[in-house]
């Protein structure tokens, strides 16, 4: 089944009748602008039509671009389609054409912004470290727009984006020192974030591994854990310094530590915890 979702405009329309008025009844419609990147522009186009008919034209729509793509110079131009150079870190964002999805609305944004990969890094270790939120670059790109649309309009203001990825498909590059190096971010990264650079070699460690190593170096944690995870009826058992035996667990347990910076004793061999579903 070829479902063409780049010009298929089922796309854009399951945005308009989901996503959109999902943003819209949760902030009891006081949002003032929502961004994010475009890859099919199924979820900006969608939104940004929907945010527009439900304020009658008062939410301010923004598409955030990474590095390589041409839809902010498009947009900044006027309509000028210019030919795609450069790459960046983020994947499954940014564009060399308009596509079908997003023709019917892109006369609707705002305007756009371009976020350039040092601040999509520092993002992905931010939200790391600030919000416990384990977050691809392509998110964290999202985040980084935000920050800036909220900025532009100044204290007072209710933003939203979309965190589309997790880090768990990208670890063994994010937090990879070599890696961080070959593309000149290290210096990205704040000082005081550079202890979630544990990886040391740039290789396909599974996202498993690499958890596992970030999990024993940003908290102590007792020999192993019984994680209870009540909405899917699981409990797995992870032991300190082995591989972990639940993706899911262990992303839940490394981001209820940095969520709530707490630190447990060893009270007995084994603690069972209740997460919080993120």
Same mark, same amino acid.
């Given at each position: ?7 298929? =405009? ?5 945005? *308009?009748?989901? /996503? ?32 527009? /008919? ?20 498009? +947009? ?16 499954? *964002? ?8 997003? #023709? ?6 705002? &305007? ?8 999509? +890094?520092?993002?992905? @270790? ?27 309009? &100044? !204290?007072?203001?209710?933003?939203? /984006? ?5 880090? @768990? ?8 020192? #070599?890696?961080?190096?070959?593309? #000149? ?10 202890? @979630? ?28 854990? /019984? ?6 009826? #699981?409990?797995? =058992? ?30 007995? !061999? ?9």
């Amino acid at each position: 089944v070829w479902t063409n979702q780049f010009d298929n =405009t089922a796309n854009r329309r399951a945005h *308009i009748e989901t /996503t959109g008025p999902e943003i819209w009844n949760q902030t009891a419609g006081k949002i003032d602008a929502f961004t994010c990147a475009s890859g099919t522009a199924g979820t900006i186009a969608g939104i940004t039509r929907y945010l527009k /008919t439900a304020s009658d034209g008062r939410v301010k729509c923004f598409l955030a671009d990474p590095p390589g793509s041409v839809l902010h110079s498009y +947009i900044q131009s006027g309509g000028e389609l210019t030919e795609r150079k450069g790459s960046s870190i983020t994947e499954g *964002i940014g564009q060399g054409r308009v596509t079908d999805n997003l #023709k019917p609305d892109i006369d609707l944004l705002d &305007g756009s912004l371009h976020i350039p990969d040092e601040q999509s +890094i520092e993002m992905v @270790y931010r939200c790391l470290d600030e919000e416990g939120l384990y977050l691809g670059a392509s998110s964290a790109l999202n985040v980084a727009a935000a920050r800036n649309v909220a900025q532009m309009l &100044g !204290p007072g203001h209710t933003v939203v /984006t979309i965190l589309c990825d997790g880090a @768990y498909r990208y670890a063994d590059r994010l937090f990879s020192r #070599k890696w961080l190096e070959s593309k #000149k971010l290290v210096d990205a990264v704040p000082s005081h974030l550079h202890k @979630y650079i544990v990886l040391h070699r740039w290789t396909n460690y599974s996202s498993d591994q690499h958890l596992s190593i970030l999990i024993s170096k940003i908290v102590h944690i007792p020999r192993s854990y /019984t994680i209870v995870l009540p909405w899917c009826r #699981k409990s797995v =058992t992870y032991s300190t310094g082995q591989s972990c035996q639940c993706m899911t667990a262990a992303t839940q347990l490394l981001t209820f530590h940095l969520a709530h910076k707490q630190v447990f004793s060893e009270v007995s !061999p084994y603690v069972s915890i209740a997460f919080r579903h993120y």
